[in-house]
């Protein structure tokens, strides 16, 4: 399967505690972004990448989130000093090089957070 | 900043019936790009329909098509023949068209669509 793909699925981790995802994007794909879904809302977007330069991060992507996609490959997303507020379903999308249409993101399975 | 409504938080359909899930946006671009998501219980999303602002014509896609009334803001989604695989989370996104923007989806709350058998 080439789609894409996020480790782990699922983390259980302590408030305070640091925590690291990660998303592999289909592999012709050079645009990767990481979006956060909260229960009963809508994904909503965090971060950017254009192969590996961040160019974009949202608001919502406060001092303790980083995120990083070293050779434009895989992207790494750490939250450092986790709170409670922080549990969510952090999900990963990648599509190819704009065609100037409406190019579809692919979705990744996402990771699920809960931060006790 | 552009905004994505669903105002139908959860709608209910017979099998083989036809349900319309509603959205609306809110935007002062004219270039942009809509979609719907389908995300089934514990399953990755994945596009069911895409229309670019720019096409008059209404996109289909099998069972499902879209009603785009650009000047109301308007992108209702139609199942025709309702389906139990349908039964799922549908997300209305929004995308802006212009260059240089990154292209991230600006999602509604979404709607929960279950089908009876």
């Known amino acids: 399967d080439t789609g894409v793909s996020q480790d782990p699925r699922h983390k259980i981790t302590k408030r305070g505690q640091n925590v690291t995802f990660r998303c592999d994007p289909i592999?012709?794909?050079?645009?990767l972004y990481w979006y956060r879904q909260t229960l009963g809302q809508g994904p909503e977007f965090l971060t950017y990448?254009?192969?590996?330069?961040?160019?974009?991060k949202s608001r919502l992507l406060s001092d303790r989130f980083s995120a990083e996609r070293p050779k434009g490959s895989f992207s790494t997303l750490e939250i450092q000093r986790t709170e409670q507020g922080d549990s969510a379903m952090y999900l990963c999308?990648?599509?190819?090089?704009?065609?100037?249409?409406?190019?579809?993101?692919?979705f990744g399975p996402g990771t699920r957070l809960t931060v006790l | 900043a552009q905004t994505v409504t669903q105002s139908q938080p959860e709608m209910s359909v017979q099998e083989a019936e036809t349900v319309t899930l509603s959205c609306t946006y809110d935007?002062?671009?004219?270039?942009?790009?809509l979609f719907w998501y389908k995300q089934p219980p514990s399953r990755q999303m994945i596009l069911v329909i895409r229309?670019?602002?720019?096409?008059?014509q209404n996109a289909t896609e099998n069972r499902f098509s879209v009603n785009f009334q650009k000047a109301a803001k308007s992108f209702s989604l139609k199942i025709s023949d309702s389906q139990l695989g349908d039964a799922a989370m549908y997300f209305c996104?929004?995308?802006?068209?212009?260059?240089?923007?990154?292209?991230?989806?600006?999602f509604g709350k979404g709607t929960k669509l279950s089908v009876k058998p």
């Open positions: 996104a929004y995308r802006s068209g212009y260059g240089g923007s990154q292209g991230n989806l600006i």
């Open positions: 990448f254009q192969n590996e330069a961040q160019l974009e």
């Open positions: 935007t002062s671009e004219s270039d942009y790009y």
């Open positions: 592999s012709e794909h050079n645009r």
């Open positions: 229309q670019e602002a720019y096409k008059q």
């Open positions: 999308a990648s599509s190819p090089p704009p065609s100037g249409r409406a190019d579809e993101q692919f």
